[in-house]
């Protein structure tokens, strides 16, 4: 597990299993909330995974220092995730992703119909407006792997972003030098967008 602190929020982050990742005030309860998410991760990814029964059961393996971007509420990427990945590792990276999407497909279907519960102070997207923000992300994902985000199917595009990323036949910056995301920062950030706005309905609807 990687741990990301911010000022006001820290991050515990399953290395290994895209999307798997969740916040708190301090570490300890990042960690708590990680493995209380276990099971909910493991049904919406339909993966064989050794689930940690506890926070005592987890093993830091990784420690960096978040930014404005953590105590948002967006989690970064450990150092590994800079890595090329092999066939079979993107192959898992992409049925992930797919799992994701298909996860926030259902809790959006789930939830057509309904008006979803606000929260304390009266604040949260409605249901139309959490779609349009997820496909939004989706198009500025894209863009940071090089892909097209104009695409009209953009989820498609996405992956294939991934594989053309993963094989060199994108450019590692962008146009004015910004660093592209590798297929594992951006598998990893679209995994966790789609599951985050999935739980975020089902708590809601």
Do not use: C
Request: without cysteine; charged residues 35%; proline residues 4%.
């Amino acid at each position: 597990m990687w741990i990301e602190k911010g000022k006001t929020r820290v991050f515990a982050v399953a290395i290994d299993w895209p999307g798997w990742a969740r916040s708190a005030k301090d570490e300890a309860g990042a960690i708590d909330a990680l493995v209380e998410y276990g099971p909910r991760y493991k049904a919406a990814v339909k993966k064989r995974i050794a689930l940690p029964k506890s926070a005592d059961e987890v093993r830091v393996v990784e420690r960096s220092k978040g930014d404005s971007s953590t105590d948002f509420g967006v989690p970064g990427s450990p150092k590994t995730d800079d890595e090329t990945v092999t066939a079979t590792e993107l192959k898992k990276l992409i049925a992930v992703v797919d799992a994701s999407w298909a996860a926030f497909n259902a809790a959006v279907k789930k939830a057509k119909g309904t008006t979803l519960a606000k929260g304390p102070r009266g604040g949260g997207r409605t249901l139309a407006k959490i779609i349009d923000h997820h496909d939004d992300g989706l198009r500025g994902y894209v863009n940071k792997i090089g892909g097209d985000a104009k695409a009209p199917d953009i989820r498609n595009e996405l992956l294939d972003a991934l594989e053309a990323r993963n094989r060199g036949d994108l450019p590692d910056k962008g146009p004015r030098g910004g660093s592209r995301w590798t297929a594992r920062q951006a598998a990893r950030r679209t995994a966790w967008h789609a599951l985050d706005h999935a739980w975020e309905i089902e708590d809601r609807a």
